[in-house]
């Protein structure tokens, strides 16, 4: 059986690449099961999907501990412990990173023994999510899967989008298969688990307690700000102060979770480990002093905001 484990974030077209590649391999005669396991449903979010394809009944559920091939649609993934990408690999699993750094980086960063496979971003790619391109890699890497038939999944998983979007995304996911034509078949299907290496289930005693100690409540106050949710931001916004005219208030309000207070000055103040990103300050900012900058381009930006940085 081939288990198949993808990682990006909301927005990423994560769920649509898992279901064409299950689609593909279902044309190519596979029972197939995919599917997604979200966290928090929203844009930038880490999520994760699986696919299983065997020529014989799936009687596995659930997510999938042992993988064959996990593919990061976002390298920035790779460091967040909640997203979970490394669980499982084994020196036979093959790890596919779309991103710019090369293969050999990976494999030196993260002591991995198994192999390592890229896929940097192209032009093909710039109109449409990375889910897509990163369904045509792994067609390729699993060599089970005709072009023809990869394809076919795509169109059909993509028809509601228009005819634009189809073509476009089409079109990034046989380039990025095309591409993978050096790693062909470099995934090998995993054997069964076998019953008497899984732990036996065992007891757990639960003590009677009353409802004050049971009941689904919250004791302790502000515990959220321990969750940094800023690690699920790919693009942050960027106040430029010599625009600014101190209008905090309307910022600060729209802000859906908060991050935006009033600084010493009178300039809003950005608190970037809680700010994921959803820009909807710079899309309500009446002077344009907001703007959005890409996360990975933020290190680079000139520091002329009063924002809060995060914690190092």
């Given amino acids: 059986m081939y288990r198949i484990r993808f990682h990006g974030r909301g927005g990423q077209g994560i769920k649509l690449g898992a279901r064409a590649l299950g689609s593909a391999f279902f044309a190519e005669g596979f029972e197939v099961q995919d599917s997604p396991r979200y966290g928090a449903e929203r844009r930038g979010a880490p999520i994760s999907a699986y696919v299983r394809a065997s020529h014989g009944a799936i009687h596995e559920r659930g997510p999938i501990r042992e993988p064959d091939l ?140 009353g409802p004050s100690l049971s009941a689904p409540d919250i004791f302790a106050a502000r515990t959220s700000v321990e969750v940094r949710t800023g690690l699920w931001r790919t693009t942050r916004p960027v106040l430029d102060e010599d625009r600014c005219h101190r209008c905090t208030w309307i910022c600060s309000s729209h802000c859906p979770d908060g991050a935006i207070s009033t600084g010493s000055q009178g300039f809003p103040q950005i608190d970037y480990d809680h700010c994921k990103g959803c820009l909807v300050c710079v899309a309500v900012c009446p002077s344009h002093a907001i703007r959005a900058v890409a996360e990975a381009e933020a290190d680079a930006t000139p520091a002329r905001s009063g924002a809060q940085e995060p914690a190092r």
């Fill in 70 to 209: 996990v593919i990061v649609a976002d390298e920035t993934l790779v460091p967040v412990s909640t997203a979970g990408v490394l669980e499982g690999l084994a020196p036979r699993t093959v790890l596919l990173v779309h991103g710019a750094e090369s293969a050999a980086t990976w494999r030196e960063r993260l002591r991995l023994e198994g192999p390592v496979v890229t896929l940097p971003a192209a032009g093909s790619e710039a109109a449409t999510p990375p889910g897509s391109a990163c369904a045509g890699a792994a067609a390729r890497l699993v060599g089970v899967i005709s072009r023809t038939n990869l394809e076919a999944a795509i169109r059909e998983e993509t028809a509601a989008l228009g005819e634009r979007a189809v073509e476009a995304t089409v079109a990034a996911a046989l380039d990025a298969f095309d591409r993978m034509g050096p790693d062909a078949g470099c995934v090998v299907e995993g054997g069964t688990p076998q019953a008497g290496a899984l732990p036996s289930p065992d007891w757990v005693e639960l003590p009677v307690e």
